[in-house]
């Protein structure tokens, strides 16, 4: 468990701390201040919480390898699972750049106050 959290902290960082999929910025360890700092609740906080993403499903053969590990914020993570036949990343990627641009993905208040980077 700890290699994996290893490689969800390395996928952060190397994504500088931005969602794989709505590009905003995700917490990894300090919820509270980031919510402070975002004038979140904790609630509201909790959806930028980043979760390790595999590209390539574990179920589908995708390993636990670093390649195959992204950062993604939980809202992201847990919707593109939602759907019975979720959407490969990319196509994913281009589908939640295009709710984020029209205000339907976040909650708006949330997206308005997320700084952009």
């Not at 670093?66 to 990627?93: G, S, Y």
Request: proline fraction near 5%; charge should be positive.
């Amino acid at each position: 468990m700890a290699n994996f959290r290893a490689k969800r902290a390395h996928a952060f960082k190397q994504q500088h701390g931005q969602c794989f999929y709505c590009q905003l910025p995700m917490w990894l360890i300090d919820m509270a201040t980031f919510a402070r700092q975002r004038g979140f609740t904790m609630r509201q906080a909790m959806h930028f919480r980043c979760t390790a993403e595999h590209l390539v499903p574990r179920c589908e053969g995708g390993g636990n390898v670093q390649e195959n590990i992204v950062a993604a914020c939980w809202w992201c993570n847990t919707r593109r699972h939602h759907c019975k036949h979720p959407l490969p990343p990319v196509a994913f990627h281009a589908y939640v750049i295009r709710r984020v641009r029209t205000g339907r993905w976040h909650d708006r208040t949330l997206v308005r106050s997320a700084p952009k980077m």
